[in-house]
């Protein structure tokens, strides 16, 4: 690094700032007013490139002998749709769930996949871009990876929430899901109503932040490993060399693993969770 | 670490992605999968078929191999047999041409000794005629003694 280079901790937060429509870091922990550019313009970018592929194997998608690319499109296919099968029974719903599964698999797997670029490639980039445009580089927040928002990753579960609700009065009915409210788990009775429902809300709310915090976590972690990885390398000595291509290749080749296990759990996560909207208490 | 409207954009992006795939992308490629699936049922019942066609095919050949046989060494048999019946037949033709050659021989031997009989007879008669009349040249009158030579050229006979 430079003279006038940032410290360590300025550089940490620095990739750990996103880049929103306020211009500087988001100072509450909650607020609506806020939207982070990056992680929607990576998220909706990698989800037009998901969906473009899976459409290019769809579109020349025959029942002859398939190619490399329709064979591999057709096994993840043929694995969500198995797991969609086992979990999920009504078969009306599975039109919908299924493709929803496929969908946020591959899109979880490309968005966790930045993850795997150099850590400071692409923020390097945006801050030559934003320095040209008359800009300080300082003030050029960039965060790749859009599963390691947590506004992001809480939103998919959110929709998985909805999904659920959705599901729940589908089969059982509006006056038969909220009886379902009330009287399960513990039972029929007036004095257990509260505690049902109070259990019934609970369970909702941390299935739902259970499942955009495991993801959240899993690539807020491993960014930040990288950053640290980055940081070593940048202290410029022979240790710091090695040890950044090192742990670097080691840090990655674990990540691949991680990426492509938090996504599966993702879908399947979602699955087994609209797939519980389907079953009576 | 914050939430903020990222979330509400990011939940109707999950959604469209979603609605995308369900409308474009699972259709045709299940639709791919499913006809394979056929395909391949359909294929491997006819190998199944055909496999069990060729052992029945087989099976008649073996059948009809034996027939073959069978129905050749009959007809050797009776050919044999017919052959063998021409034979005695032919045999027995011969034998019997030959019987009636031979009836007819000794038929016709029998005529023409009865014939040289009879000739020698009348020669008899008429040497005995001859000598008689030279011997009774004068007694004898031909034409008196005619049913005298006549009675005795039947007694003769």
């Known amino acids: ?281 | 670490m914050n939430l903020n409207a990222t979330l509400i954009a990011q939940l109707v992006v999950f959604f469209i992605l979603g609605w995308f795939t369900m409308k474009f992308v699972w259709p045709p490629i299940m639709k791919a999968l499913d006809e394979r699936a056929t395909k391949i049922a359909d294929g491997l019942t006819a190998a199944d078929k055909a496999k069990s066609d060729l052992a029945l095919a087989e099976k008649k050949v073996v059948e009809e191999l034996r027939k073959a046989r069978e129905s050749a060494g009959d007809v050797r048999t009776s050919a044999e047999k017919q052959a063998s019946k021409l034979i005695d037949e032919a045999r027995a033709e011969a034998s019997r041409i030959i019987t009636q050659a031979r009836e007819a021989a000794e038929a016709e031997a029998g005529v023409a000794a009865q014939r040289a009989k009879e000739a020698l007879r009348d020669q008899v008669a008429h040497l005995a005629v001859a000598g008689a009349e030279k011997i009774l040249r004068r007694e004898i009158n031909t034409q008196v003694h005619a049913e005298l030579l006549a009675n005795l050229k039947q007694e003769l006979q």
């Open chain 1, 1 to 281: 690094m430079a003279g006038n280079a940032p410290t360590a901790s300025e550089y940490v937060v620095h990739h750990l700032t996103h880049l929103n429509n306020t211009g500087h870091a988001q100072a509450n922990i909650v607020d609506w007013s806020v939207i982070n550019l990056d992680s929607m313009f990576y998220s909706i970018s990698i989800g037009l490139l998901t969906i473009f592929i899976l459409w290019l194997a769809a579109r020349k998608a025959t029942s002859g002998v398939p190619g490399r690319f329709q064979g591999f499109v057709e096994m993840m296919v043929e694995m969500v749709a198995d797991q969609a099968k086992g979990i999920i029974h009504s078969a009306e719903s599975r039109k919908f769930v299924a493709p929803m599964a496929l969908t946020v698999f591959v899109w979880i797997f490309l968005m966790n996949a930045m993850d795997l670029l150099p850590v400071d490639l692409l923020p390097r980039i945006w801050e030559g871009v934003y320095a040209a445009g008359g800009g300080d580089p300082a003030h050029a927040y960039m965060r790749v990876v859009a599963t390691a928002d947590l506004s992001a990753a809480l939103g998919m579960s959110c929709g998985v929430l909805l999904l659920c609700i959705w599901y729940n009065i589908k089969i059982k009915g509006l006056t038969g899901w909220i009886h379902e409210l009330f009287t399960a788990p513990f039972g029929s009775h007036p004095l257990l109503y509260p505690v049902n429902f109070l259990m019934q809300i609970i369970e909702f709310v941390a299935k739902t932040v259970s499942h955009g915090m495991r993801l959240f976590g899993n690539m807020y972690a491993g960014e930040l490993v990288f950053i640290l990885i980055a940081l070593l390398g940048g202290t410029a000595t022979m240790f710091g060399f090695v040890g950044h291509i090192v742990a670097g290749t080691v840090w990655a080749i674990f990540h691949i693993l991680i990426i492509t296990l938090q996504a599966f759990i993702f879908m399947m996560l979602t699955l087994v969770y609209i797939g519980q909207a389907h079953e009576s208490h």
